[in-house]
């Protein structure tokens, strides 16, 4: 199996070749991206053919493994928008009527948050980064949050933005930075419920299943408690290219990361975004696939247009990517190896709630966040201790977050640190990012297990019939799907802390493929 890193290398082999040469091997590495992740059972495939094996991309990113033994109920993810629901837990800034900044609470309805966030800039006459958030919501919901814009109401209100809802609070003279809220409260429908074999699941066995693993959850790692993966919309989900993305950056190798953004298949795509891309990969030629690229592809646009301009500017193409977006591709890289690390800690037999000797513990906020500012490590002195407040709540075991600076845990859990790190290819980086340094990263930590708090689960109503839905829900199961369409839905609800994924929680109660989510 070829792992993210190796195909990264794939990648970057070719950047020496040219000709038909590179294009006969460009043609190779499409198939590469979405076939050499074999799938232990079967397959994904979308409607123009390409192919998805969602175990192998499941164990490149490190989601796999369970704490507690069970089948889950199945069924689809966000088989209409308003089946998956987020509302910020914020508090809103001090309002000041001769403040700066407009504070706005926005409702958004099928936007992902940096698209949506341009447009605002675009409509109030100011740059992308003077719009502050303290978190990116999921595209395919309807989402609620507090944003601080720095332009004056009237700008803010001066259009109407299709499929939103923004109310003004007022004037502040403060801003919100990333992670400042509380939490995030989830209103999540899971529909198509079945059994391992596809056979629709009712909803009676299906809240009985919800129940059990909630129950084997707490006995596994304390009352309504997970563990902390970092979800697969970080990596791309069913194209998996922000890790990749990520090390070719590090690598100061821009020409192979827009190649990469541009270029690299996924699972499910329409055709005409399956045929843009495999004409950038064939021709990298940015004036005829800006005549065919899809409309909802604006960032590749961008980067087509700077490339347009100027023919070999891959650093600036590649800047024409958000700042928040540039960021996450190396959080992406992170993120795989405390995913790696988690996986590892489960597989082995360890506890990721109580901590062992060589381990780095962080006391842990009333939002469930942990104070990096206070880790120390776990030693022979200190371990009872730490495993008390461990248990009461007010520690946690800590997960690495790579960067120049990190420390790392030592004994038995540094080797399952040690062991994710060199699985995942990143030992031999240093983190920082020589022609964008704002990109460098000290590392940090993250815990292994987080809360879920005010839980509750019903049966769902049916979907009604003039309700739009998503297109997996209109076509028949494939081979392989963990869902049915008369199987029942259930509606879970739920609070989570910042940076922590819901459908890392959904996952444990549907143990269904990962492009079910």
């Given amino acids: 199996m070829q792992t993210i890193s190796q195909v990264t290398q794939i990648w970057m082999n070719l950047n020496s070749m040219s000709g038909q040469l590179r294009v006969r091997k460009l043609r190779r590495y499409s198939e590469i991206c979405?076939?050499?992740?074999?799938?232990?059972?079967?397959?994904?495939?979308?409607?123009?053919?390409?192919?998805?094996?969602?175990?192998?991309?499941?164990?490149?990113?490190?989601?796999?493994?369970?704490?507690?033994?069970?089948?889950?109920?199945?069924?689809?993810?966000?088989?209409?928008?308003?089946?998956?629901?987020?509302?910020?837990?914020?508090?809103?800034?001090?309002?000041?009527?001769?403040?700066?900044?407009?504070?706005?609470?926005?409702?958004?309805?099928?936007?992902?948050?940096?698209?949506?966030?341009?447009?605002?800039?675009?409509?109030?006459?100011?740059?992308?980064?003077?719009?502050?958030a303290s978190g990116l919501k999921d595209k395919r919901a309807v989402t609620t949050q507090i944003l601080v814009i720095d332009a004056n109401i009237k700008k803010v209100e001066a259009g109407e933005i299709p499929d939103c809802d923004l109310e003004i609070l007022g004037r502040s003279h403060q801003k919100v930075g990333m992670s400042d809220h509380d939490g995030n409260r989830f209103t999540i429908t899971v529909r198509g419920c079945c059994f391992p074999d596809g056979k629709p699941m009712d909803g009676k066995e299906a809240l009985l299943r919800v129940t059990r693993i909630r129950e084997g959850l707490s006995e596994s790692l304390g009352a309504d408690v997970f563990p902390n993966w970092i979800g697969p919309q970080r990596f791309g989900a069913n194209r998996p290219v922000t890790p990749l993305v990520g090390m070719a950056v590090i690598q100061d190798d821009y020409e192979s990361a827009v190649d990469l953004y541009l270029g690299m298949p996924g699972g499910r795509a329409s055709e005409e975004t399956h045929n843009f891309r495999k004409k950038w990969r064939e021709t990298r030629d940015p004036s005829s696939c800006l005549e065919i690229i899809p409309g909802h592809l604006g960032y590749e646009r961008e980067m087509l247009r700077h490339l347009d301009k100027k023919s070999e500017d891959w650093l600036g193409s590649f800047k024409t990517l958000p700042n928040s977006l540039q960021l996450l591709m190396i959080h992406s890289l992170q993120s795989l190896a405390f995913n790696h690390t988690l996986s590892n800690r489960i597989s082995s037999g360890m506890s990721i709630i109580d901590p062992e000797i060589g381990d780095i513990v962080a006391p842990t906020k009333s939002n469930g966040r942990i104070d990096v500012s206070k880790m120390a490590p776990v030693s022979k002195s200190n371990i009872n201790r730490c495993i008390r407040n461990c248990r009461l709540g007010r520690l946690s075991v800590t997960g690495p977050l790579p960067g120049r600076d990190s420390t790392p845990a030592l004994g038995k859990p540094g080797e399952a640190e040690s062991k994710a790190i060199i699985d995942t290819q990143l030992e031999s980086l240093n983190?920082?990012?020589?022609?964008?340094?704002?990109?460098?990263?000290?590392?940090?930590?993250?815990?292994?297990?987080?809360?879920?708090?005010?839980?509750?689960?019903?049966?769902?109503?049916?979907?009604?019939?003039?309700?739009?839905?998503?297109?997996?829900?209109?076509?028949?199961?494939?081979?392989?799907?963990?869902?049915?369409?008369?199987?029942?839905?259930?509606?879970?609800?739920?609070?989570?802390?910042?940076?922590?994924?819901?459908?890392?929680?959904?996952?444990?109660?549907?143990?269904?493929?990962?492009?079910?989510?």
């Fill in 431 to 517: 983190w920082r990012v020589k022609r964008i340094p704002r990109l460098s990263t000290s590392g940090t930590r993250r815990p292994l297990a987080v809360p879920f708090t005010d839980f509750s689960v019903e049966e769902a109503t049916d979907i009604p019939e003039s309700s739009e839905k998503s297109k997996r829900w209109e076509e028949n199961p494939l081979d392989g799907d963990r869902w049915h369409p008369d199987g029942a839905s259930l509606r879970l609800s739920f609070t989570l802390p910042p940076g922590t994924y819901a459908t890392v929680l959904m996952r444990e109660f549907m143990r269904s493929p990962l492009d079910h989510f």
């Fill in 34 to 132: 979405v076939l050499e992740f074999p799938r232990n059972s079967q397959v994904s495939s979308s409607e123009d053919g390409e192919y998805v094996p969602q175990d192998g991309i499941e164990e490149s990113l490190g989601l796999v493994g369970w704490s507690f033994t069970d089948e889950g109920v199945g069924g689809l993810l966000k088989v209409r928008v308003e089946d998956f629901r987020v509302e910020e837990v914020s508090r809103v800034p001090a309002l000041d009527p001769k403040g700066r900044f407009t504070v706005a609470r926005v409702t958004l309805t099928n936007w992902e948050t940096n698209r949506f966030l341009n447009r605002l800039s675009k409509q109030c006459g100011i740059s992308r980064n003077r719009i502050f």
